[in-house]
């Protein structure tokens, strides 16, 4: 977590640009070594992808265990599968690249130190570099993630270790995930066609048929509600293919609560369907924007509109449900509804 205040407006309008092409960065770069296709696929579907980073099935390199480390790094220590994590930097050092692995794991991404979010903060002689990391939607395990940097000098550093803990979250055939990069109340929401606004006061239903089979779908999380820090720093909205709405559904993200506004927070939101990422009518997917620092409260951010035409499912169990049932309010649901 970034330690100082510093001022982050001028990255609002790179990080849409430059995080925007990481994700959507054709793999058939002309730049990118031959690599074996289902390694790379494999890495990428249970560890992470680096947008336009380069994959190696190497070995992830050793660093240099004398050199400098890397001063100011961050990253949610968290991670659900098919959502975002960031690493972000803060730093006197200039880099050149960055190398990125799993622990124990063959293959590596390599980023250019330039096509990161990079600028100079308030304070001399600093610089921000933030890395989006894309977990696959097969990420389900606790990993450790290797980051090496090299310097404008060619200077190799330490290899610095983070531990990524898988986040437990219920999966449905239509998934949209909110990551955030710190500690705040920052929260999803989803609006469907039938106008079912799904958030932390409106979770979700379950539904029962006359054979007693039960189906759920809504939110599964609601992270560092009203500042109760969790540090999870995710939420998830699932639904079943089921019970699934055709027509336009509308995604927002609100700052709830500012809990920490001395820093700055990047978010991202990832909607998939069928493990696919869907092609929005407007917005973009996958989203992605910055809190500045002091942001204030109850922004509810219109993030994308997609549509869903079709269902591939030809079993309606919403249709045979006798009985509906919602969802129960979270004690810090009932909290937050009080503070409004």
């Given at each position: 977590?970034?330690?100082?205040k510093?001022?982050?407006y001028?990255l609002?309008?790179s990080?849409?640009?430059v995080?925007?092409?990481f994700?959507?960065?054709s793999d058939d770069?002309?730049?990118?070594?031959?690599v074996?296709?289902?390694l790379?696929?494999?890495?990428?579907?249970?560890?992470?992808?680096?947008?336009?980073?380069?994959?190696?099935?190497?070995?992830?390199?050793?660093?240099?265990p004398?050199g400098?480390?890397?001063?100011?790094?961050d990253?949610n220590d968290k991670?659900?599968?098919?959502?975002?994590?960031f690493?972000?930097?803060?730093?006197?050092q200039?880099?050149?690249?960055?190398m990125?692995g799993?622990?124990?794991?063959?293959g590596?991404?390599?980023?250019d130190?330039?096509?990161?979010?990079?600028s100079s903060s308030?304070?001399?002689?600093?610089?921000?570099?933030?890395?989006?990391?894309?977990?696959?939607i097969?990420?389900?395990?606790?990993?450790?993630?290797?980051?090496?940097?090299?310097?404008?000098?060619?200077?190799?550093?330490q290899p610095?270790?983070?531990?990524?803990g898988?986040v437990?979250?219920?999966?449905?055939?239509l998934n949209v995930?909110?990551?955030?990069s710190n500690?705040k109340?920052?929260d999803?929401?989803?609006y469907?066609?039938?106008?079912?606004?799904?958030?932390?006061?409106?979770?979700?239903y379950?539904?029962?048929?006359?054979?007693?089979?039960?189906?759920?779908?809504g939110l599964?999380?609601?992270?560092n509600a009203?500042?109760?820090?969790?540090?999870?720093?995710?939420?998830?909205?699932?639904?079943?293919e089921?019970?699934?709405?055709?027509?336009?559904?509308?995604?927002?993200v609100?700052?709830f609560?500012?809990?920490?506004?001395t820093v700055?927070?990047?978010?991202s939101?990832?909607a998939?369907?069928?493990?696919?990422?869907i092609?929005?009518?407007?917005?973009?997917?996958?989203?992605?924007?910055?809190?500045?620092v002091?942001?204030g409260?109850?922004d509810?951010?219109?993030?994308?509109?997609?549509t869903?035409?079709?269902?591939?499912s030809?079993?309606?169990?919403?249709?045979?449900?006798?009985?509906y049932?919602?969802?129960?309010?979270?004690e810090?649901?009932?909290?937050k509804?009080?503070?409004?």
């Amino acid at each position: 977590m970034f330690k100082k205040k510093f001022k982050y407006y001028s990255l609002v309008v790179s990080m849409f640009l430059v995080i925007t092409t990481f994700i959507s960065c054709s793999d058939d770069s002309n730049e990118e070594p031959q690599v074996t296709m289902d390694l790379k696929k494999e890495f990428s579907d249970n560890f992470f992808s680096v947008g336009n980073g380069l994959f190696s099935e190497e070995k992830m390199p050793s660093g240099n265990p004398n050199g400098e480390p890397i001063y100011g790094l961050d990253l949610n220590d968290k991670a659900l599968s098919g959502g975002m994590n960031f690493i972000t930097i803060q730093t006197p050092q200039n880099f050149d690249k960055f190398m990125i692995g799993v622990k124990g794991e063959k293959g590596f991404w390599t980023v250019d130190a330039n096509s990161s979010v990079k600028s100079s903060s308030s304070r001399a002689g600093l610089s921000t570099y933030v890395i989006p990391l894309n977990f696959g939607i097969g990420y389900n395990t606790t990993i450790i993630i290797i980051i090496i940097a090299i310097d404008n000098d060619g200077n190799v550093t330490q290899p610095t270790e983070e531990e990524i803990g898988f986040v437990e979250s219920k999966s449905g055939d239509l998934n949209v995930n909110l990551t955030f990069s710190n500690a705040k109340d920052v929260d999803l929401h989803l609006y469907t066609p039938s106008g079912n606004h799904i958030y932390y006061a409106n979770r979700g239903y379950v539904i029962y048929d006359d054979k007693g089979n039960y189906m759920e779908n809504g939110l599964d999380h609601d992270s560092n509600a009203g500042c109760s820090i969790d540090n999870l720093n995710n939420e998830n909205i699932f639904i079943p293919e089921e019970l699934i709405e055709t027509g336009e559904y509308t995604v927002k993200v609100n700052m709830f609560s500012n809990c920490d506004p001395t820093v700055a927070t990047y978010w991202s939101i990832i909607a998939r369907y069928n493990g696919e990422i869907i092609q929005p009518l407007n917005g973009s997917n996958p989203a992605v924007g910055v809190y500045d620092v002091n942001a204030g409260n109850g922004d509810f951010t219109e993030v994308m509109k997609f549509t869903i035409s079709e269902v591939s499912s030809s079993t309606n169990r919403k249709s045979r449900a006798i009985m509906y049932e919602a969802l129960p309010l979270t004690e810090s649901a009932r909290k937050k509804l009080s503070s409004n």
